[in-house]
């Protein structure tokens, strides 16, 4: 069965400064790989997607994240962060079989910002 | 283009009541699933429906059930409230079963309470 981990329950960035954000994965096949991030009492809004290609892809909000596929990862980065990045994110490998899919998510990554 | 709504926004249940939440996905989607978000358990897929049929099922018990709308809406429905059942609930859809257009668009959510 596929999982998700995310390693870092909470993780304290300052403004300005970069972000990484891990995420490993198990998955018998090609995974398909996604990044949402949640703002209190909100729901999920995608930052990024992997399906197959380059390895490195670019999101929204100057996100960007890279699959590696030896090491089973797709970690998170943006090289500067912003006040407003504070909020919940969450990686998410999808599992489609036939028609039928599902998303199974990681615990989620809690990012905290100071000024 | 509008978003995934959800309806009603919040909900306050006594144990063994039943309730129903209410889902219209993005115009054009025929892919609807649902996802239960707890603090203990993180997020996790309840069920899926396209066009009308369920065509993946998580691990939830039977009080846990859905269906979807010739229009694509889609509910869900929980019979006999535990306490444990408070949590919130999302929403996804997407636009069809085509693995390269497999984008999940959540909705804000369902915050339900059971006292």
């Known amino acids: 069965a596929q999982s998700v981990t995310q390693p870092d329950i909470h993780i304290t960035v300052s403004e300005g400064a970069s972000l990484e954000l891990r995420c490993n994965y198990s998955?018998?096949?090609?995974?398909?790989l996604f990044w949402y991030v949640q703002s209190p009492g909100q729901g999920l809004q995608l930052l990024l997607k992997y399906f197959s290609g380059d390895t490195l892809v670019q999101g929204i909000k100057g996100f960007e994240a890279e699959f590696k596929r030896s090491q089973s990862s797709f970690n998170l980065r943006k090289p500067s962060v912003h006040w407003s990045d504070a909020a919940e994110y969450f990686c998410a490998v999808g599992d489609y079989t036939g028609t039928a899919s599902k998303l199974t998510f990681g615990t989620g990554t809690r990012l905290q910002v100071t000024l | 283009k509008a978003g995934v709504t959800q309806t009603p926004r919040y909900l306050i249940k006594t144990r063994g009541q039943q309730v129903t939440l209410s889902c219209s996905p993005i115009?054009?989607?025929?892919?609807v699933s649902w996802y239960q978000q707890t603090p203990g358990q993180g997020l996790q897929f309840l069920f899926e429906y396209f066009s009308e049929t369920q065509r993946n099922k998580g691990n939830f018990p039977g009080r846990f059930s859905g269906r979807q709308f010739s229009n694509s809406r889609s509910e869900m429905n929980v019979s006999t409230l535990e306490l444990g059942d408070s949590a919130l609930y999302l929403c996804?859809?997407?636009?069809?079963?085509?693995?390269?257009?497999?984008?999940?668009?959540f909705g804000p959510g369902t915050r339900l309470t059971v006292l």
């Open positions: 115009s054009g989607h025929r892919s």
């Open positions: 998955y018998g096949a090609t995974p398909y």
């Open positions: 996804a859809s997407r636009a069809s079963g085509n693995h390269n257009t497999d984008t999940q668009y």
